[in-house]
């Protein structure tokens, strides 16, 4: 039989419309729709594997998996032996340790002794531990928010993305102990092995690569006087030299380069600066560096 590549997914929740999105920009089709257990795609030797976040880690490391697309806070707090193969551009957040607002907060120190409530009982006890604190903590799986108004803890540490939930549960952020973005997993090794699953995880690998540089950059089109050319190579920057067309009148030429996004105004405005015309702006949907 054919081998198929298979990959665990979030099946519902923060990252698993991102997850899927990320393959289907890589060309994989599939129906998904019906977020069955398991669904093999119909283009591409993969298939999926819809379960809970926090089972993720687990999966992978027992080979019902062979990658996942999980947070990078469920792999440290799982602690399986397991190798991160790639950051993805979605799911930031960090672990945050958040108080009561009107609890007097000046270090780590205030925590000695007090209760705090998380999901995360691994990635905190590190922390404490590394700052020679000891508090108790209460573990939950969920709603940490509401455990210091019910009366079961002190403090809470839970994941923060925009710091809404903190605020509408009257709790200020006190310290970020951990940044976390979405990720790819694997089991240590992997993608180095010879056999037929890793070629087929390098291969989907090199797809998203393309994704993730043209991600954040612009393909700028321009014509210019011929001898600006060498200017206008210094202000794009180009990943190697820019593309230089001839046009019929011999004292202009057009010129094609990649520029990142953050950086066009100040490249537009330079280019205009040197007598560009025309400037032509276009998204770059892959690309390899
Ligand atoms: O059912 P399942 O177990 O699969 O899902 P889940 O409910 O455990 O996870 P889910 O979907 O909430 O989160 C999945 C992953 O998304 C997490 O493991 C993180 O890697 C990532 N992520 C990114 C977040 C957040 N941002 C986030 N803000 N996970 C959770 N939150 C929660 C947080 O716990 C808190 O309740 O959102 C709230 C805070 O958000 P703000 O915006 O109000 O600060
Ligand atoms: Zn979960």
């Given at each position: 039989?054919d081998?198929?590549?298979s ?24 129906l ?37 697309f ?5 792999v440290?707090?799982?602690r399986q ?22 609890f ?11 209760r ?5 009982p ?17 573990y ?13 803890a ?7 993305s925009?710091?809404t939930?903190?605020r ?32 087929i995880?390098?291969g989907?690998?090199?797809r ?5 540089a ?27 030299s ?14 094609q380069?990649?520029v ?30």
């Amino acid at each position: 039989m054919d081998e198929v590549l298979s990959i665990a997914i979030q099946k519902t929740g923060r990252l698993s419309e991102k997850s899927l999105d990320l393959i289907r920009d890589a060309g994989i089709r599939f129906l998904s729709d019906s977020r069955v257990l398991k669904e093999r795609a119909l283009n591409y030797p993969v298939e999926f594997f819809f379960v809970r976040d926090d089972d993720i880690p687990m999966y992978v490391t027992n080979g019902v998996a062979d990658i996942g697309f999980v947070g990078k806070n469920e792999v440290e707090e799982r602690r399986q032996d397991l190798e991160v193969i790639r950051d993805l551009s979605f799911g930031a957040c960090r672990l945050s340790i958040a108080v009561p607002n009107d609890f007097e907060y000046k270090s780590l120190k205030s925590l000695e002794g007090k209760r705090i409530a998380t999901s995360y009982p691994n990635i905190l006890s590190d922390y404490l531990d590394k700052n020679r604190v000891k508090a108790e903590l209460v573990y939950v799986a969920g709603s940490v928010e509401i455990t210091v108004q019910a009366g079961i803890a002190d403090a809470i540490c839970d994941l923060v993305s925009t710091g809404t939930t903190l605020r509408m549960n009257g709790l200020v952020e006190a310290e970020a102990i951990y940044y976390s973005s979405a990720v790819i997993v694997s089991r240590k090794g992997f993608l180095e092995e010879k056999s037929e699953k890793a070629k087929i995880l390098n291969g989907l690998l090199e797809r998203l690569d393309a994704l993730s540089a043209a991600r954040g950059k612009k393909y700028v089109i321009f014509n210019l006087p011929s001898d600006k050319v060498d200017m206008a190579a210094k202000i794009v920057g180009a990943l190697k030299s820019p593309t230089v067309t001839p046009l019929v009148d011999k004292s202009w030429v057009s010129v094609q380069s990649v520029v990142a996004e953050d950086d066009f105004w100040r490249v537009f405005e330079n280019l205009r600066k040197i007598g560009a015309e025309g400037i032509l702006v276009m998204n770059i949907e892959k690309m390899t560096e």
